[in-house]
């Protein structure tokens, strides 16, 4: 009868040992919370949430070869520039967290105003000017940066369509 309650105690001690122990790890291991995995995304500016760690790596191939360390502590903000692709991402710290990949998906977007072309979009466009008929120009507009035409009788051709005032 000993025995019984002796082999009990010590099966409930391992298994209250075991229980413990998965709780632990799972409270220290980093979580990789945004960008969800497979997440589309049509911006460039990404705001990582993470649990556990200040450290992220981001890579665009799942192997980690050419991996991006970032620092979100050093940095003072979690929101990294990246160019429209397909990214893989972890948490690290004392473990690591899951592989997680998102898409960062190219957006061409223009604003006309008055005399002005500005790039809204994610990523370079090239703009070509026509007057007259006939091409008198060549702008390439990277990001967030605007054209001031001279001539307001101008017309614009963009991604090839052409704008009409």
Do not use: C
């Amino acid at each position: 009868m000993k025995k019984r309650i002796k082999r009990k105690i010590i099966i409930l001690a391992q298994v209250i040992f075991l229980i413990s122990i998965f709780s632990l790890v799972y409270l220290l291991a980093p979580h990789a919370n945004y960008p969800k995995n497979n997440a589309m995304v049509g911006y460039s500016i990404i705001e990582f949430d993470i649990d556990n760690t200040d450290i992220i790596l981001i890579d665009d191939n799942s192997d980690f070869s050419s991996a991006m360390k970032i620092n979100l502590k050093e940095r003072n903000t979690a929101k990294i520039l990246l160019e429209p692709g397909t990214y893989y991402w972890k948490a690290v710290g004392i473990l690591e967290s899951s592989v997680k990949k998102f898409t960062i998906m190219s957006e061409v977007s223009l604003e006309l105003k008055n005399s002005s072309l500005r790039n809204v979009g994610n990523v370079p466009l090239n703009v070509t000017k026509k007057g007259g008929g006939i091409i008198t120009g060549l702008v390439i507009l990277d990001v967030r940066t605007e054209y001031f035409a001279n001539d307001t009788e101008n017309k614009i051709i963009y991604q090839g369509e052409q704008y009409d005032k």
